[in-house]
């Protein structure tokens, strides 16, 4: 019995996968010319040490901007210059369009598997922790986001419990970090498509603090991403985080004394510095404020904040900035 089965659920027979792969490259060309200005392949740092770290598989590790296109993108940007790639790692709470099963098996995706009891999600993380650490070792690319769903505030933070389910079961944290080969990268927008959507759903769960969102919900969030406009896209791409261990390590040998969670807070915090410091910051001036009231418009709720509307998208818009400030 295969016990990956269900993590797998959308591999399929190489044919199958590039039949599945000439159909849905037209559909991403298509995206980028209709919703872009354009889609940028960028680095931080040394290229060709970047180029170094990569080139044996790694671990590529972003801050979310939209639920299809960020990985998709990505994808094809590292297959085109480099001939990689990646598995993709996508929540199964995506599935509900007859498209989204060629999409994802073109782009080689694995199933997260989530809105589970407590204990069902520990044996499935048991799982994926297992099947990542397989591709790993064989030297194939691995994309996953930071974080379970997108950033709705722009404060893009890595979730301790990612890091705690990659390396579940290894009694030496930093070196089963190591093996992954974490290269984090920063995604831009300089629109987010779905932005008033977030400020939305924030008015609505000030107003109601036990609203949830539907299916019905993520599937309009999925539909707005892929088909909005989203200015210039970049990628930006950085070295891998295992040299900073290694001097961490090599300064203060006592982080192999604290506690688990304390060195996977340290190690979210080098990610998290990566992307903060790769951010893309965009020029913003009178059009933007044009374009935020047409975001504005387009809310409808039947006590509309728009002064808290506004605000959450401003909000939005500004958190990037500030991190990479700091970051810097």
């Keep these: 019995m295969d016990k990956f089965k269900h993590i797998r659920a959308y591999h399929t027979e190489w044919l199958q996968a590039v039949f599945d792969w000439i159909a849905v490259l037209p559909f991403l060309n298509r995206m980028e010319r209709k919703t872009t200005s354009s889609v940028e392949l960028a680095y931080l740092g040394d290229r060709k040490q970047i180029e170094q770290d990569i080139r044996h598989g790694a671990f590529f590790m972003t801050n979310h901007r939209d639920i299809c296109m960020d990985s998709a993108w990505l994808s094809v940007l590292l297959r085109k210059r480099y001939f990689i790639r990646p598995y993709i790692g996508i929540g199964n709470n995506l599935f509900g369009k007859w498209w989204i099963e060629p999409l994802v098996r073109s782009l080689r995706c694995f199933v997260v598997i989530r809105n589970v009891s407590p204990r069902e999600q520990l044996a499935n993380s048991q799982l994926l922790s297992e099947y990542i650490l397989q591709l790993r070792r064989k030297g194939k690319s691995i994309w996953l986001a930071q974080r379970q769903g997108r950033a709705k505030d722009g404060n893009d933070l890595t979730q301790p419990g990612v890091l705690k389910m990659l390396t579940l079961g290894s009694e030496d944290f930093f070196e089963a970090v190591k093996m992954l080969n974490i290269c984090p990268v920063s995604i831009n927008y300089e629109y987010d498509p779905c932005d008033y959507l977030k400020a939305r759903e924030m008015q609505l769960v000030r107003d109601n603090p ?112 500030e991190n990479h400030n700091k970051a810097l």
């Design 210 to 321: 036990n609203w949830k969102k539907s299916r019905r919900d993520d599937l309009i969030s999925m539909q707005v991403g892929i088909e909005g406009q989203k200015g210039r896209v970049v990628y930006r791409l950085t070295p891998t985080i295992n040299r900073e261990i290694d001097e961490l390590l090599a300064k203060q040998p006592e982080v192999l004394e604290l506690s688990r969670n304390e060195q996977i807070q340290m190690v979210c915090n080098l990610i998290d510095k990566h992307i903060h410091q790769a951010y893309e910051i965009y020029e913003r001036g009178e059009k933007f404020e044009q374009y935020l009231q047409g975001q504005l418009a387009k809310i409808h709720l039947p006590e509309k904040d728009e002064v808290f509307l506004m605000q959450k998208m401003h909000e939005m818009y500004a958190k990037p900035v």
